[in-house]
């Protein structure tokens, strides 16, 4: 696993410093629906990633977010999100990272989320913990969701589908200490890992966007479910992930809401 670490790390450094160089020109912008898009960066970004993961491993699978991907029967299929925060990216907002996963035989063992504006490297591996530039990283202790810090996200439909997280978002923000929506998920998700925020939910994430956050989370001690209470895969449409500690109480106020 050391060598896939290695290279997974090598490569989401050398995807997010061409990002970084680049953030401050002029974008090309294309539009995937009314507000979600595609940048120019984001299929540089990934270009570079493919391209070295086919050179380097031309048997395994591969599913990325601007691309088809490759479906050869490997075990070993990499998760890839080559820019997770294209929004913030394309208005020169400096909060994005990277985001590599390596699944084998259906399980995520390894995950990199990098914050190249930062210098951050995340990195956890299944059953080795989870680590910040080689720091241990271990989720917060807070127990009392008045005072947990908690990130969220909107889906790409907010406009025109009802379900768009606006009423969990109501909900949750007067019932913890603050409510932050960064734009990238990758990023939020590691910052749960980090202890920086006690918790976070989002509703219609994808592959990509959850696959390297979920085992950094894990591995740091903490919590991912669905908005039911069970185990969190990476088909599930939603998710929340915290401390543990405080997990059932937010599962609570879900209910609250949706029995409303």
Same mark, same amino acid.
């Given at each position: 696993m050391e060598s896939y670490r290695n290279f997974a790390v090598s490569l989401a450094r050398e995807a997010g410093l061409l990002?970084?160089?680049?953030?401050h020109e002029i974008h090309t912008v294309d539009f995937?629906?009314?507000?979600?898009?595609?940048?120019? &960066?984001?299929? #540089? =970004?990934?270009?570079?990633i493919?391209?070295?993961i086919t050179a380097r491993y031309p048997d395994h699978d591969i599913l990325s977010e601007e691309s088809p991907g490759t479906v050869k029967g490997s075990e070993y299929r990499w998760i890839i999100d080559p820019l997770d925060g294209t929004t913030n990216y394309a208005h020169g907002y400096p909060v994005f990272s990277v985001s590599i996963a390596l699944e084998i035989g259906g399980e995520v063992c390894l995950g990199v989320v990098y914050n190249p504006m930062l210098g951050e490297m995340f990195v956890a591996e299944k059953g080795r913990g989870a680590f910040l530039n080689r720091r241990r990283l271990s989720v917060s202790i807070q127990d009392n969701l008045t005072r947990c810090l908690l990130a969220t996200g909107f889906p790409y439909d907010i406009r025109t589908n009802k379900n768009n997280n606006?009423?969990?978002f109501n909900r949750l923000v007067l019932s913890c200490q603050?409510?932050?929506? &960064?734009? =990238?998920?990758a990023l939020d998700i590691a910052y749960v890992a980090a202890g920086r925020f006690d918790g976070f939910w989002e509703l219609k994430l994808m592959p990509w966007d #959850? &696959?390297?956050? #979920?085992?950094?989370v894990r591995e740091a001690g903490g919590m991912v479910t669905d908005m039911e209470g069970q185990p969190y895969s990476l088909t599930s449409p939603n998710v929340i992930a915290s401390n543990g500690i405080i997990h059932r109480e937010m599962l609570g106020l879900f209910r609250e809401v949706d029995a409303l």
């Open positions: 990002l970084k160089k680049r953030l995937k629906g009314e507000i979600n898009i595609v940048t120019e &960066a984001d299929l #540089m =970004s990934e270009e570079l493919l391209s070295r606006i009423k969990y603050a409510v932050r929506r &960064a734009g =990238s998920a #959850m &696959a390297a956050g #979920m085992l950094l």
